[in-house]
C-alpha cells in the first residue's frame, strides 16, 4: 500500500537551515506528483513545492522561491525539502503527499490522494 512518512522537523532559529524527508513507497515514484505542503493552526493548508519527477517539473509558492527547494534523492523513493533563510511565518506542519498528474492543472490541482503525517517545524525570532 501507499506510505509517505516525513521526517527532519525540529525547532530553528530564524535565519537558519533545515531538511525535511519523504519516504515513499508503494508507488511509482515517476508517474505521481509529489508536494510539500503547510498548515499552521488557524490557517488554510499551503502549497509549498511540488516536483514531477517524469518531466523535471517543479513549482514553488511564492512566499519560499530563493530559499526552498525540493528534490529527488539518489534513493528515488525519498524526496527532500531544503529549507534555507528560514523565517519565523515559515512555522506549521508539514506535509509530505503524492498524486497523480492532471492535464491542465499538471501537479499543482487538488489530486493529492496520499499524505504523510506530518512533521512540524517552528522558527524563533
Known amino acids: 500500500q501507499v506510505q509517505l512518512v516525513e521526517s527532519g522537523g525540529g525547532s530553528v532559529q530564524a535565519g537558519g537551515s533545515l531538511r525535511l524527508s519523504c519516504a515513499a513507497s508503494?508507488?511509482?515514484?515517476?508517474?505521481?506528483?509529489m508536494g510539500w505542503f503547510r498548515q499552521a493552526p488557524g490557517k488554510e493548508r499551503e502549497r509549498v513545492a511540488t516536483?514531477?519527477?517524469?518531466?523535471?517539473?517543479?513549482y514553488y509558492d511564492d512566499s519560499v522561491k530563493g530559499r526552498f527547494t525540493i528534490s529527488q534523492g539518489n534513493a528515488k523513493n525519498t524526496f527532500y525539502l531544503q529549507m534555507n533563510s528560514l523565517k519565523p511565518e515559515d512555522t506549521a506542519m508539514y506535509y509530505c503527499?503524492?498524486?497523480?498528474?492532471?492535464?491542465?492543472?499538471?501537479?499543482?490541482?487538488?489530486?493529492?490522494?496520499?499524505w504523510g503525517q506530518g512533521t512540524q517545524v517552528t522558527v524563533s525570532s
Open positions: 516536483i514531477y519527477t517524469g518531466g523535471g517539473s517543479t
Open positions: 508503494g508507488f511509482t515514484v515517476s508517474r505521481y506528483c
Open positions: 503527499a503524492a498524486g497523480r498528474p492532471s492535464f491542465g492543472s499538471w501537479c499543482n490541482g487538488n489530486q493529492y490522494n496520499y
